[in-house]
């Protein structure tokens, strides 16, 4: 198993600022992965994080309004940019362990309310 | 294109009683992978099962008990003698192992379980 942690837990924000959420595993990762759920939904996959190469984004998502980053294979960072009110969601990042299809371990999530 | 529905959107159960959660899915691949997860009101995500398209016996664990069944495209979690811990918000997901990107994970949209007591 694989320990996530996420800062910070929750934040409430200003309509135009950004915020960087951190996410820190107790273990080396090949993937890692950034999740929204939005109040009441479901999650949706942001995009994956692979160390050494560029965040791969799914439709929807870009790399301006959320730029990741993952320096080494135990962190990731992912900053929401020019924020507004409809980017209040849930933001969760998972790892997934091994090459095949593990199950993935999340994080407990970034609570985000933006003003 | 892969597509998960849980068309259960709220189930409100008596303590004790059981509770079956339904999950229906859409893939074209021949092996993917079936997951459920459960989200209390706290929030994080606590996994509880995954299941290969191989495998299609039934699995029980305590109380849960999940049922995957390839002819009709279903994985439903069954949940003995509710109890209100048991109250939360459960997913189903979906991950194809030829997604060149990852694991990535196709979720529904939840079923938020209300256990009385």
């Known amino acids: 198993s694989a320990v996530i942690s996420q800062k910070p837990s929750r934040d409430i924000c200003q309509r135009g600022t950004s915020l960087t959420i951190q996410c820190q595993v107790d273990s080396q990762v090949t993937m890692m992965f950034w999740y929204r759920q939005q109040p009441g939904q479901s999650l949706t996959l942001i995009a994956t994080a692979n160390q050494g190469s560029e965040a791969t984004y799914e439709s929807g998502f870009v790399i301006d309004k959320f730029p990741i980053s993952r320096p080494n294979l135990t962190f990731s960072t992912l900053t929401v940019s020019n924020m507004s009110p409809e980017d209040s969601s849930i933001y969760l990042c998972?790892?997934?362990?091994?090459?095949?299809?593990?199950?993935?371990?999340f994080g407990p999530g970034t609570r985000l309310t933006v003003l | 294109a892969q597509k998960v529905t849980q068309a259960q959107t709220e189930i409100s159960v008596v303590e004790k009683e059981d509770v079956t959660l339904d999950c229906v899915y859409e893939t074209r691949d021949t092996t993917y992978y079936l997951f459920w997860y459960k989200q209390p009101p706290s929030g994080e995500l606590v996994f509880l099962i995954r299941r290969n398209s191989f495998d299609e016996q039934n699995e029980i664990s305590g109380r849960y008990s999940w049922n995957f069944q390839k002819s009709t495209s279903s994985f439903n979690f069954t949940i003995t003698a509710s109890q209100v811990v048991d109250s939360a918000v459960y997913f189903c997901?979906?991950?194809?192992?030829?997604?060149?990107?990852?694991?990535?994970?196709?979720f529904g949209t939840g079923t938020r379980l209300a256990v009385r007591p």
């Open positions: 997901a979906l991950s194809d192992e030829k997604k060149s990107s990852g694991d990535k994970l196709t």
């Open positions: 998972s790892v997934g362990l091994g090459q095949g299809l593990d199950e993935q371990f």
